[in-house]
């Protein structure tokens, strides 16, 4: 599937070596963000001293966890086709625990009991470190739920498992939650209110996966650009803050210099910003440390100031273009992805075209595009009628998919014939005789294996190119 578009949901299943005193077999799925593969891995080490091996084969499990995504209608249909699937397995596995994890248990709660008899155990995102009890409830015949948000939580006395790693590159969580009211967005039902995690706790991560031979990671958050460490506690709760407190605050930018002194070597990646919260010294850091890559992933949602508006964003189309404008001031070589909401209600057709031009405007590298989807408990489906006719939205959204691959054909083909650094990831998955990384800018490069080995920074000639993937050959080394 092409980068630039992410219709399907993923699921992934993870494996962790076995260990000699665990007894048990645990097989996790991860559907949605980043966030919640992140999450499967801190579930995964909570439950490791527990006694829980992690399998790769659902026929082995004694608990089969799935951690849940809520953004889209279509993405629960996909986990309750999965629990189907489970429950057939479990004819042949009567003791077989099923539970749910992330943000469909949470905004389900314990109705997912009611509507999903397979289903023993509902837990939410911020109760990962209740697990153990909760197992103990559902192996004495009792179901188990807790889906209580957190004020506090960040995990980061939880040292993650690495699932289904390719030992290369790694996740870092930094914040919780957000407060980012978008009304079509159920997140800040899920996850709760913004917090974020101690910034030393993030660099010690950092440090270890360093020494573990991990050469990128990627700082992750619903909100990235709102990380604001002052001693703890919620981000709304800042003004309280003493003024010591106030004083030795840490935010994204300052948290974003920190991690690149720590590990000069090591590649820095970041997801998700909000544009209304971005602030250009977040860009100048970028743009002072080499290690930092080229990239930002900054979702805009729609190009009309009417649609943002009924969205709750708190920005206009002209601050948006004001904000990349300097950005591609500051880094003239950065990449930049975006967010596309089509469909959303009352969305005209000149909304639509408002979005067609700040695409034309902006010419982003990457996009994740989709069709609005109703959901409940948000501002919008308590408010706005969802009248715009799917056969519609199906036309709007394949535009959107239209122009983003003739930007992403033309922002790949920018990058031919230079020689770039590349991080191995792995192998090609078209040639064995191939490696496959990306350059800073998220691009996807492949190049014959030679002597090379994953982890190795290369350079890379970049001599053709698909609509997304460039192939090249490695000329040596990155100095870096």
Not at 190 to 210: A, C, M, Y
Not at 249 to 272: C, G, Y
Not at 324 to 332: H, V
């Amino acid at each position: 599937m092409e980068k630039i578009i992410d219709e399907t949901l993923q699921g992934t299943a993870v494996h962790v070596a076995k260990k000699e005193t665990n007894t048990r077999n645990l097989y996790i799925e991860s559907y949605g963000c980043q966030m919640n593969f992140s999450d499967s891995e801190i579930v995964a080490s909570i439950l490791a001293k527990e006694g829980f091996n992690t399998t790769q084969h659902l026929e082995e499990a004694d608990l089969v966890l799935v951690n849940t995504c809520s953004i889209r209608e279509k993405a629960e249909l996909t986990v309750r086709k999965r629990l189907e699937k489970f429950n057939a397995v479990k004819q042949n596995r009567p003791h077989m625990k099923v539970g749910v994890l992330g943000c469909m248990a949470e905004r389900l709660k314990s109705k997912l009991l009611e509507e999903e008899k397979i289903v023993d155990m509902v837990v939410g995102p911020d109760a990962y470190k209740d697990l153990p009890n909760l197992v103990q409830e559902i192996d004495e015949g009792k179901n188990a739920v807790n889906v209580i948000l957190s004020k506090e939580e960040t995990y980061g006395d939880v040292a993650p498992v690495r699932l289904n790693s390719n030992g290369v590159t790694a996740f870092v969580s930094i914040t919780r939650g957000c407060d980012n009211m978008c009304t079509f967005c159920v997140v800040p039902f899920t996850r709760g209110r913004e917090r974020s995690r101690d910034p030393q706790s993030i660099i010690e991560e950092v440090n270890d996966l360093w020494t573990k031979g991990y050469r990128e990671i990627t700082l992750l958050g619903q909100n990235v650009d709102s990380y604001l460490w002052y001693g703890g506690g919620l981000k709304k709760d800042y003004t309280k803050a003493s003024d010591m407190q106030k004083a030795t605050a840490v935010n994204f930018a300052n948290l974003l210099e920190q991690v690149a002194l720590a590990q000069p070597k090591m590649r820095i990646r970041f997801s998700t910003s909000n544009p209304q919260d971005m602030t250009l010294d977040v860009i100048h850091t970028m743009a002072k440390y080499t290690n930092i890559c080229n990239y930002v992933h900054l979702p805009v949602q729609s190009g009309s100031n009417r649609i943002l508006k009924e969205m709750n964003r708190l920005h206009t189309r002209e601050e948006y273009f004001e904000l990349i404008d300097n950005i591609k001031r500051i880094i003239p070589d950065i990449a930049i992805s975006q967010d596309m909401i089509t469909g959303f209600p009352t969305e005209t057709e000149e909304d639509h075209q408002d979005t067609l031009s700040l695409m034309t405007y902006v010419k982003y590298d990457y996009g994740f595009m989709f069709a609005y989807s109703e959901r409940p408990g948000t501002m919008a489906a308590r408010k706005l009628e969802d009248d715009v006719p799917q056969e519609t939205k199906k036309r709007r959204l394949s535009e959107i998919i239209a122009l983003q691959r003739q930007h992403c054909q033309e922002k790949t083909e920018q990058h031919l014939g230079q020689v770039q650094e590349v991080l191995i990831e792995g192998l090609s998955k078209k040639s064995d005789a191939h490696f496959m990384g990306r350059n800073s800018q998220n691009t996807v490069a492949v190049f014959p294996k030679e002597d090379y080995k994953v982890g190795d920074f290369v350079m890379v000639r970049m001599d053709s190119c698909t609509s997304a993937t460039l192939i090249g050959e490695a000329v040596g080394y990155s100095e870096n």
